[in-house]
Each structure stands twice: as C-alpha cells, then as structure tokens.
C-alpha cells in the first residue's frame, strides 16, 4: 500500500457544515487558496486535474473567439491555452506537462472541421467526453469514481429526456465507459441496459421523474453530497478527505447562491436555452 500524505492540522481545522446550511465558511476558490499553501506537489496535480473543467471552457471559448472572456478559476493561462492552439495549427510538439493530452486531439479536429461552429451543443458534449475519460484515469480511486459517478449521471438522465422527447439517443452520450457503451448499444430498451450496471439505476429514474426542476436539480445534489460521504467514512485527513470536503462545498455553495425563486428562474433559462439548441417540445 503506497504512503499517502497526511494533513492532520489542516483538516483538524476545517469547520463543519451540513448540505442543509445555509451560509458557506468560505468559498471554493478561497479554499483553493488555502490548498496551494498546504497540499504536497503530488496532490495539487491531483487537483489541477480536477478544475481543468475551467481550463475546458476557455479552450472552447478562444477557439470560437480569440478575444473572448477568460475565466480565471483555470488552471492555464490565455496566453497558454492560444500558444497550444498554434501550435497545434502549425503541427509543432507540444511541451509542459502542464497541457492535458486530449487538448491537443480536440483542437485538431476543431481545426480540421470547415465551420465547427455549427456543431453546437455537440462539440461541448465531445470535449466534455474527452475530459470524462481523461478524469477517470486519475491515479487516485475517489476522484477517478467521481469522475464517473457525474458521467453516469449525465448519461443517464440525457438518455431518459432524450427518448422521451423522440431524441437520437446515442447521438447524446457522452464518454466511453461501460455504462455509455451499454446505453448506446440499448437505447430502445426500458432500462438502457441499466438496471443491472449501476446500483444506482432506480434511485436517479425516481429523481428524473421529479417535475419541478429545481427540486429534482437539489435532490441530485443531495444523491452526489450522500455518495461523498458514504465513500469516504474511512478517509481522515488525507486527500481524500480534502477532495470530498471541496466537492461538497462546491455544492452548498451552488444552492447558498440560489433561493427558490432565483434557482426556478435559472433551471428555466437553461432549459429554455436547451430547447432553441434541440427544438424540444414546449411542455419540457
């Protein structure tokens, strides 16, 4: 069993806070600040690889537009993230480890599309896909299941809606795992194939049958926050700790950020986004 690093005082420090609180100790980009001065090199990569979902929309973002907002919260700068893109343009090796390896597949085959912009909705989804397996390989059981507990979810909850609303299924899955490969390969049959891949399967059907967006949006969150904590009962003050303390903080902080009203009001715009993009029935 490999030595892992242990961060007795730090964690013994952390305050404590329940999915139902109602005011954050501190943000998560605050903690993160607090992170870099504590955590050892080998587990600040760890979670650089986890918010490389930022660095993702910035790629995305700077292809379609080289002036185009920069969220910060990335672990790459612009400048970075636009010397990778000509690079690869101009098929030069890219260095510094810095650079996640699928960047460079996706860049090309955004360069290799002549207009990627009408891709839409599908070349998010295949960056997303690409960054899914990327994650999952992480050298570390509770983050690599993470990973793949949100791409289930994703999947699943996509294939239900998709099938309901007389959507290509498979045309919206995303990654590469068995449970994506299972759902493509069934997409006509009642379970996906499902029932008997993930544990899971009947908890997240129920959520998906909740008609109010911003409930079934909390209970998932609640499903995520109970996962965290069921997986690390045995996990004190060590990284894994830390990453479960961080995903849960993230979490309270989405829903101290949103009441009732507000959190209606954004589910709407996102939905109502979803169906200028797939042309969904109006009684989504």
């Keep these: 069993m490999l030595f892992k690093n242990q961060y007795y005082y730090f964690v013994a420090g952390l305050p404590d806070f329940s999915f139902d609180s109602m005011k954050l100790p501190f943000t998560a980009e605050e903690f993160m600040e607090m992170l870099n001065e504590v955590l050892k090199q080998d587990d600040r990569k760890l979670l650089n690889r986890y918010f490389l979902k930022y660095d993702n929309n910035n ?59 009408e891709g839409g909705h599908l070349w998010e989804d295949m960056l997303s896909s690409l960054y899914m397996d990327y994650g999952m390989e992480i050298k570390n059981s509770l983050m690599s299941r993470w990973f793949e507990l949100n791409l289930n979810i994703g999947n699943m909850l996509t294939a239900v809606y998709a099938r309901k609303y007389g959507m290509d299924v498979a045309k919206y899955i995303v990654g590469n795992n068995k449970p994506a490969r299972t759902i493509r390969e069934n997409a006509h049959t009642r379970d ?5 891949e993930l544990e899971y399967f009947d908890t997240l059907l129920r959520i998906s049958e909740e008609p109010d967006i911003y409930d079934r949006e909390r209970r998932l969150d609640k499903f995520r926050w109970d996962w965290l904590e069921e997986n690390t009962v045995f996990d004190y003050f060590n990284i894994e700790y830390i990453f479960a303390f961080l995903c849960k903080l993230q979490i309270l902080e989405r829903w101290v950020q949103l009441n009732a009203e507000e959190g209606e009001r954004v589910f709407r715009d996102l939905i109502k986004n979803l169906k200028n993009e797939t042309k969904l029935p109006e009684d989504f």
């Design 59 to 117: 790629l995305l973002n700077l292809l379609k537009d080289r002036n185009a907002s920069f969220n910060l919260k990335g672990r790459l700068s612009r400048e970075e993230i636009l010397d990778v893109v000509s690079k690869v343009k101009e098929e030069l090796p890219l260095k510094g480890s810095k650079i996640p390896p699928y960047f460079e597949d996706y860049i090309k085959r955004w360069l290799g599309e002549e207009n990627p912009h």
């Design 192 to 196: 996906f194939g499902l029932s008997r």
